[in-house]
């Protein structure tokens, strides 16, 4: 279960056959700038793919990718599991002297997958596919209360002496926003006018 995701090509190369591989995942380890990163699933991830020649050294790859990842809530820090769906849809390319496979855009605007070694390990784009279509902010649930931000309780537990400066709309103007960026002002009851919650 834990052996990385390849698909071999080589036969697809000299004779134009297709190529599937399967299998689950319960992480994916690959390189980006030179540092080995781990990306581990809650459960294992099952993974399908075929890829279809199209001539020369050009080729079709699809397939599907179903891993759940955790992430925090935004608000109040839990762990929470987020699924994801993936289709996978892209062209590949062999070319004998690239080193490791990277993706490259094509004139079409399209992404093509270039790889050197027949024996193609697609760790690191299923990881970089997962990373890119995973939301980049989730919450526990819609009405998550969040921390205090004086003494860190968590609100969803109940109230704290000091609730009425942790006014959620705040909690919610900061997601997304760098570290150390400036609090914006306070309106106590700024929570009851104005709560935005995303639509799922
Ligand atoms: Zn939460
Ligand atoms: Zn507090």
Known sequence: MTDTPHIHLGSLLRTSSDAHAAGNLDHLSYEQGG?????????????RIDV????????????????????????????????????????????????????????????????????????????ETALLQAPLTVLHAPDCKGLCQVCGHDLNEGPCEHMAQVPVEEIDDLLGTPEGSAHTTQHPFAALRDLKLPED
């Open 52 to 127: 279809n020649p199209l001539g020369g050294n050009e080729m079709y790859l699809q397939g599907s990718f179903a891993p759940t990842i955790m992430m925090e809530c935004a608000r109040c820090l839990r762990d929470v599991e987020v699924p994801l769906d993936l289709r996978l849809g892209t062209l590949l390319r062999y070319e004998p002297s690239a080193d490791a496979p990277y993706l490259e855009e094509a004139e079409t605007g399209e992404e093509v997958l270039v790889f050197g070694d027949p024996d193609l390990d697609l760790s690191a784009y299923l990881a």
């Open 35 to 47: 540092e080995t990163q781990t990306l581990r699933f809650v459960r294992p991830a099952p993974y």
